[in-house]
């Protein structure tokens, strides 16, 4: 059984930062590209970014800069470093594992709420 679980979320003040992290099982992790995606209320699902299996980072235009991705392949987890933080990043953030685009796993998500 596949599980990916978010931890990290919480409410911070616009400037802030958190780190969000995503534990995987059921899976062999070093083979998926691992993804954050966000959805804030009444908007679509939007990706934030990605790591491939080899390391490759990408990045939405508006976090560039601000957000890193990383991964530790012996801890079978992912995390989204999120810096400088802004009220418009508030949102439910998803952890997504990727192989392929055939084998595709969500996991439940956690809460990101900047305000002062």
């Known amino acids: 059984q596949v599980q990916l679980v978010e931890s990290g979320g919480g409410l911070v003040q616009p400037g802030g930062s958190l780190r969000l992290s995503c534990a995987a099982s059921?899976?062999?992790?070093?083979?998926?590209?691992m993804g954050w995606y966000r959805q804030a209320p009444g908007k679509q699902r939007e990706w934030v970014a990605s790591?491939?299996?080899?390391?490759?980072?990408n990045y939405a235009d508006s976090v560039k800069g601000r957000f890193t991705i990383s991964r530790d392949n012996a801890k079978n987890t992912v995390y989204l470093q999120m810096n400088s933080l802004k009220p418009e990043d508030t949102a439910v953030y998803y952890c997504n594992a990727n192989r392929n685009s055939a084998w595709n796993y969500w996991g439940q998500g956690t809460q990101v709420t900047v305000s002062s």
């Open positions: 059921g899976i062999i992790f070093s083979f998926y590209t």
């Open positions: 790591i491939t299996n080899g390391g490759s980072t």
